[in-house]
């Protein structure tokens, strides 16, 4: 079945520093995916709409300037929270739809990052 | 606006059966969909259902009724590593998935 990887699983460092965060369809194509947070005992947020090859669509109260991302093939698309600070410490989960948009999205296995 | 609801919490035994309604109320319908998460992980995905009717896979079955906005995932011959969350999303017209809160899902001895 369709999987998504994401990387890396666990991230703990000090507050003020960037972090990228990668997530890849291994064997479909996905031209869009999602990025989603979730705190603990929370529902999933959806954070924002990643489209290959073009700007990302967040939404409200997300900041894009803090949480950027790059979608720039079919396989990958990247977050990055620059200068994180506690408050950013959450599980963020990606996941992907295939080309045709009818299947289930399958999610990556999460990150959990944790700003000192 | 766009609302899914289900039960926060729900408890059940082991070996038993229990159901998770999820009523919707989304601009447009393209399927719904039931997730797993346990507790520290990523979902996983259980049911699709767009047509009315009962979706059986295994000890799981999934139902819907469109004209209702109201769905419900069954699970059977419970077993403790079925303690999870449960989230119940619906993709809209725009087939975008708009997530339920999720219900937990608590399995006694």
């Known amino acids: 079945g369709a999987v998504v990887s994401q990387h890396p699983s666990r991230v703990i460092c000090k507050s003020g520093t960037s972090v990228k965060i990668e997530c890849r369809s291994l064997?479909?194509?996905?031209?869009?995916m999602f990025w989603y947070r979730q705190f603990p005992k929370q529902s999933l947020m959806l954070m924002a709409t990643?489209?290959?090859?073009?700007?990302?669509?967040?939404e409200q109260g997300v900041e894009k300037d803090k949480f950027l991302i790059n979608h720039a093939s079919l396989t990958l698309s990247t977050l990055t929270v620059t200068s994180a600070h506690p408050e950013d410490s959450s599980f963020y989960i990606c996941?992907?739809?295939?080309?045709?948009?009818?299947?289930?999205?399958?999610f990556g296995d999460g990150t959990r990052l944790s700003i000192l | 606006g766009q609302n899914i609801d289900q039960p926060t919490e729900m408890t059940a035994t082991e070996g038993a059966i229990v159901q998770i309604n999820c009523t919707y109320q989304?601009?447009?319908?393209?399927?719904l969909f039931w997730y797993q998460q346990h507790a520290g992980e990523a979902p996983t995905f259980l049911s699709y259902?767009?047509l009315d009717g009962l979706e059986e896979k295994g000890r799981f079955s999934s139902f819907l009724s469109r004209s209702k906005g109201y769905s419900y995932l069954l699970l059977k011959e419970l077993q403790m590593k079925d303690s999870a969350s449960y989230l119940c999303?619906?993709?809209?017209?725009?087939?975008?998935?708009?997530w339920g809160a999720g219900t937990k899902l608590i399995i006694k001895p």
């Open positions: 996941s992907a739809r295939d080309l045709s948009g009818h299947q289930p999205q399958h």
């Open positions: 064997d479909f194509q996905a031209t869009t």
């Open positions: 990643s489209n290959e090859g073009s700007k990302a669509t967040y």
């Open positions: 989304t601009s447009g319908f393209n399927g």
């Open positions: 259902n767009v």
């Open positions: 999303a619906v993709k809209d017209s725009n087939y975008q998935l708009i």
